[in-house]
């Protein structure tokens, strides 16, 4: 199974919550992170991790060995609690660069770490970041079986979603919306924009700081993100998402692979037939 986590607009967690979902992934299936944010890895640096192997070496690689479905894992390291992953390089560009590389034809899908993905009981996370139209993590998102898109709950930041949602929907029949933060309610967005939420990822700093490396590796391995509310809350996710991906038809995207980014620039200039009346936030957060 291939998951995407990614964002509109701004940095909402995305790093974070996707190594909470890998780390709690159900345990009957083996995980994998992937950084493919273009503006850059966290991981290597939170947790001081080698250089390589990693995104630029499995890039390399995969260049020569197409679809081999082993050759992700041939290229991860592991966190302190024993996830595995795949770390991109903290710098902009090289990792700009490799995402590039990885996928010179967008309308291919990516077929390596589409083979890593479709390993029975296994599953591949991908830390996809903010999606913009030219962001070369584009085409991991359309390759994707499950889609997971995070926003603030801010007026500036949900009124983005009318524009995007429909696009994101031709990839994945069912993007799960995620809302951060304080804001409107999931009960207001689903009422003035028909799309009803997921959920609201909790605020838990204590929790974010253990995934983010920042309370030392002895706490992860003693507790790891389990105890914390962050972590409850991406265990759920996982679940939901594991039992959605067994019941469910395969993706749009994989019946449909003329939808190209141009699409997205469309829709972004077109944007949503219907008003939106996002000035007046209120009432209790769901």
Sequence with gaps: MLVSLLSLKGSPGVSTLATAV????????????????????DL???????????????????RRAGDDPDLVWRHTQQLPGGLTVVAAPPDAEQARAALTALAPDPASGLGGLRAAAGQP?????????????????????????????????????LAHLPRWLPVISRWSPNPMLLLVGDGYSTTEVARELDVPPWGRVPHDPKGAAVLRGQRGSSRWRRTGPGRSALGRFAL??????????ETSTPPREHQDPA??????????????????????????QA
């Design 44 to 62: 290597t640096l939170r947790f001081s991790l080698l250089s390589t192997p990693g995104l630029v070496s499995w890039v390399a690689a995969a």
């Design 121 to 157: 009981d296994t599953v591949v996370v991908v830390d996809c970041g903010r999606l913009d139209p030219g962001s070369p993590a584009l085409p991991i998102v359309r390759a994707s079986d499950a889609v997971v898109l995070l926003t603030g709950a801010g007026a500036d930041e």
């Design 236 to 245: 759920h996710l996982a679940t939901e998402l594991a039992a959605r991906h």
């Design 259 to 284: 939808v190209s980014p141009a699409a997205v620039v469309d829709a972004a200039r077109v944007g949503s037939a219907r008003d939106v009346d996002l000035a007046h936030p209120g009432g209790q």
């Design 22 to 41: 890998a780390a709690r992934w159900p345990a009957a299936a083996r995980a994998v992170l992937v950084e493919a944010d273009p503006s850059g890895g």
